[in-house]
């Protein structure tokens, strides 16, 4: 009869009279709300910034998708479904797509949203003065790439308003995944007014006028961010939170220690040595799902030792066992990679012939081209490995440290850094050799993989730069989906494995504690949450001898 019962009891446990408590969730219907809707998340890192169209990272990401609502949303299981546009068709060829604006959309300070703002939003995302990192995102837009390298004027993107309900996208080419796209927060509005009144501040508490669920109420650096209801949001009667805590933990165990003192509800991931203690104590609160991305190492490919050098990169790589990372140092359900681009609807990577090999006689080959590229465990070679503050990461690059040693001689530093340097360093590639990587699919569909190696791309890290992969990602971006699609990139990712500008080392999973009392989240591949869609269940604690 009662809602979800949880059972503990005191500390003596010898005697007859021990105290029991039970813990009743969602009162006697199983679901009754509690009258503080408050959910608080560890979001793993503060945000670079919260400019949708300059930010980068899943942590800034997390945020962007309670403030801002695309043209495109998700439902709780990651289905597309209709965001500010309430509905659109295409054309037959493909090209062109005509999204009509929802009658109620208005901006948290009462304006209507209007089809000019995506006009003015999709300009500003394709500017170059925006200095965005996603801009080659939008290239499916007709002319986004002549702008987004400076050759032609923003107004001329493939973006127009015919009156204030009816935008009109024109594509260069068919566009398979281009609905998908519009989820990413580099095609979300920003309010003109705001922008121009207050140009790189708008992002502030004060100044930011958004178009979700949630407002931005308050950003602490390194303690918080508080998002606020917003009762404007066109649909706010199904919205039951009132705020949302988003904390910069970058450590696990911190992380762990806090959701058990019931300050988190929701953690971002879990401390890898305390999984088996999780799988035992917490079994029905940790959710582990499989998740589009993938976890690498970049090596520096514009400057010495690794320029020009694929024997000692793909001696690197055949050196690190990927089973002990994934089953051992994490032991999760992470899956080894040999391949960049994770297994996505019709797509399955294929792996290199080196895949197929034993540990040993992978290791033998990696000692064989190590020497081909000048180097040997008398003349070792002697890297930097750079990450971003976390223990989990640590604990990969001790690891994959530890084999080069043992495999190869080679003498490894680590380095780590808090986030926001952490991408500048990658960014700027002066002080990096190798740098740990974790792409996540930005969109359900291979290419949003196979374009971060792009040599245009500004999230190309490694500086790889190849015209022959570059062509046939422009040959995949030119046709439908189907098998000749697929091929192209296919045959894209075998020429990157053979160049080896990236280790994959593996297949993530999403891993998170979810307290028992909040629902409305569910797992997706994209492992994308709305906070829109979270309630938080009463709770009783009930005491007897």
Same mark, same amino acid.
């Given at each position: 009869?009662?809602? %979800? $019962?949880?059972?503990?009891?005191? !500390?003596?446990?010898? @005697?007859?009279? &021990?105290?029991?408590?039970?813990?009743? $969730?969602?009162? #006697?219907?199983?679901?009754?709300?509690a009258e503080k809707q408050v959910f608080t998340k560890n979001n793993g890192s503060d945000p670079g910034t919260l400019d949708p169209h300059r930010a980068e990272g899943v942590p800034a990401s997390n945020v962007l998708r309670d403030l801002y609502e695309g043209l495109v949303s998700e439902a709780a299981n990651g289905d597309y479904i209709p965001g500010v546009a309430e509905s659109w068709?295409?054309?037959?060829?493909?090209?062109?797509?005509?999204f009509t604006i929802r009658e109620g959309a208005v901006w948290s300070n009462g304006d209507k949203v209007v089809a000019e *703002?995506?006009?003015?939003?999709?300009?500003?995302?394709?500017? +170059?003065? /925006?200095?965005? =990192?996603?801009? !080659?995102?939008l290239y499916p837009i007709k002319n986004a790439r002549d702008v987004v390298l400076g050759k032609a004027p923003t107004d001329r993107l493939g973006v127009s308003a015919e009156g204030e309900k009816t935008l009109i996208i024109e594509l260069e080419e068919p566009t398979p995944y281009f609905i998908s796209l519009l989820t990413h927060s580099t095609t979300y509005p920003v309010h003109p007014p705001t922008v121009k009144e207050h140009g790189p501040l708008f992002?502030?508490?004060?100044?930011?006028? !958004?178009?979700?669920?949630?407002?931005?109420?308050?950003?602490? $650096?390194?303690?918080?961010i508080l998002l606020s209801r917003n009762e404007r949001y066109w649909d706010d /009667? =199904?919205?039951?939170?009132?705020?949302?805590?988003?904390?910069p933990l970058d450590n696990p165990d911190a992380s762990l220690r806090r959701y058990r003192a019931n300050e988190l509800d929701f953690t971002d991931t879990t401390p890898s040595e305390q999984l088996p203690w999780i799988k035992k104590n917490l079994k029905e609160e940790l959710k582990i799902t499989p998740y589009f991305g993938s976890y690498y190492y970049?090596? @520096?490919?514009?400057?010495? +030792?690794?320029?020009?050098?694929?024997? #000692?990169?793909?001696? %690197?790589? %055949?050196?690190? @066992?990927?089973?002990? $990372?994934? *089953?051992?140092?994490?032991? &999760?359900g992470q899956i080894p990679a040999f391949t960049f681009v994770p297994p996505v609807k019709e797509y399955q990577g294929t792996q290199p012939e080196w895949a197929k090999l034993t540990q040993e006689e992978r290791e033998d080959l990696a000692e064989e081209l190590y020497a081909q590229a000048g180097f040997d465990k008398n003349n070792p070679l002697s890297i930097e490995i750079i990450y971003n503050t976390s223990e989990n990461h640590k604990r990969v690059a001790l690891a994959v440290a530890s084999m080069w040693k043992k495999v190869l001689g080679v003498e490894t530093k680590l380095r780590n850094q808090e986030w926001k340097v952490f991408l500048e360093t990658r960014r700027l590639q002066e002080e990096t050799e190798i740098f740990r990587g974790g792409w996540i699919g930005d969109y359900d569909d291979p290419y949003t993989f196979s374009e971060l190696l792009h040599s245009e791309n500004e999230m190309n890290h490694s500086g790889y730069a190849s015209a022959e992969y570059d062509a046939l990602l422009k040959s995949a971006s030119l046709k439908p989906a189907g098998k000749d699609r697929t091929g192209d990139l296919l045959q894209a990712e075998q020429i990157m494995l053979n160049d080896m500008p990236v280790i994959p080392l593996y297949f993530y999973v999403s891993q998170h504690l979810i307290k028992p009392w909040v629902v409305g989240l569910e797992g997706n591949v994209m492992d994308h949450h709305y906070s829109k869609y979270v309630k938080i #269940?009463?709770?009783?604690? %009930?005491?007897?001898e």
């Open positions: 009869m009662l809602g %979800l $019962i949880l059972f503990g009891c005191g !500390s003596g446990t010898d @005697n007859k009279n &021990a105290t029991k408590e039970a813990l009743i $969730i969602g009162g #006697l219907s199983g679901n009754e709300l068709n295409i054309s037959q060829d493909g090209k062109t797509y005509r *703002d995506f006009v003015f939003s999709l300009r500003r995302s394709v500017d +170059p003065k /925006t200095l965005s =990192n996603y801009s !080659s995102m992002t502030r508490p004060e100044n930011m006028v !958004s178009n979700g669920a949630f407002t931005l109420k308050d950003w602490r $650096i390194q303690d918080y /009667t =199904n919205t039951t939170l009132s705020e949302v805590y988003y904390y970049g090596f @520096n490919n514009s400057k010495p +030792p690794f320029k020009n050098n694929p024997e #000692l990169r793909i001696a %690197l790589s %055949l050196a690190v @066992n990927r089973t002990i $990372i994934t *089953d051992i140092v994490l032991g &999760a #269940l009463k709770t009783e604690t %009930l005491t007897s």
